[in-house]
T-cell receptor, first 116, second 113 residues
Framework: AQKITQTQPGMFVQEKEAVTLDCTYD???????LFWYKQPSSGEMIFLIY??????QNATEGRYSLNFQKARKSANLVISASQLGDSAMYFC?????????????FGKGITLSVRP | SQTIHQWPATLVQPVGSPLSLECTVE??????LYWYRQAAGRGLQLLFY??????ISSEVPQNLSASRPQDRQFILSSKKLLLSDSGFYLC????????????FGDGTRLSIL
């Protein structure tokens, strides 16, 4: 089974509106971390936001927030007040365990296009 | 602050030629280091990771190898490139404990002719 699932097709949003990018995960480890990365067309991977499995509150980072629903195993990214520069690929990722060699597993990504 | 440098940015190589991609990290010590490959329009596939000098773990059998000769240097190599080695290669580092994010270099676009 896939550990990280991102099934949305390409997403479109009007500038200044909010958009939600879906991510579901699968793990039996009680300790894990969830991450979102942005990859613009230039290729670099930019870390956006992190949610720990034991965190009581949803993570927020500027215009980014993570809608963490632990029982449903979902970690959706919400981008508020979309900007043209938000157009990019977005990847959800999970790191299981907390040891030094715990690895990051990525989803296949979602393409977001912001319309002016 | 920590920075990660990866080079070259673009590389075109003939089939059968050797490869050496280098990655260095500044501003931190004893980082975990990673090499990923991303096929066009796809997610990232972890190739190698290292938790210390000389310690390399391989995730998938392949034509590539990795080495960590110094604490903050990670090298991806091949003796003879295949067409299937084409892709976008990303180096990343992270702290060694808890759920710290991985921070990526700018990547190398490798085309095999």
């Amino acid at each position: 089974a896939q550990k990280i699932t991102q099934t949305q097709p390409g997403m479109f949003v009007q500038e200044k509106e909010a958009v939600t990018l879906d991510c579901t995960y699968d793990t039996s480890d009680p300790s894990y971390g969830l991450f979102w990365y942005k990859q613009p067309s230039s290729g670099e991977m930019i870390f956006l936001i992190y949610q720990g499995s034991y965190d009581q509150q949803n993570a927020t980072e500027g215009r980014y927030s993570l809608n963490f629903q632990k029982a449903r195993k979902s970690a959706n990214l919400v981008i508020s007040a979309s900007q043209l520069g938000d157009s990019a690929m977005y990847f959800c990722a999970m790191r299981e365990g907390s040891g030094a060699n715990s690895k990051l597993t990525f989803g296949k990504g979602i393409t977001l296009s912001v319309r002016p | 602050s920590q920075t990660i440098h990866q080079w070259p940015a673009t590389l075109v190589q003939p089939v059968g030629s050797p490869l050496s991609l280098e990655c260095t990290v500044e501003g931190t010590s004893n980082p975990n280091l990673y090499w990923y490959r991303q096929a066009a329009g796809r997610g990232l596939q972890l190739l190698f990771y290292s938790v210390g000098i000389g310690q390399i773990s391989s995730e998938v059998p392949q034509n590539l190898s990795a080495s960590r000769p110094q604490d903050r240097q990670f090298i991806l190599s091949s003796k003879k490139l295949l067409l299937s080695d084409s892709g976008f290669y990303l180096c990343a580092w992270s702290g060694g404990v808890h759920h710290q994010p991985q921070h990526f270099g700018d990547g190398t676009r490798l085309s095999i002719l």
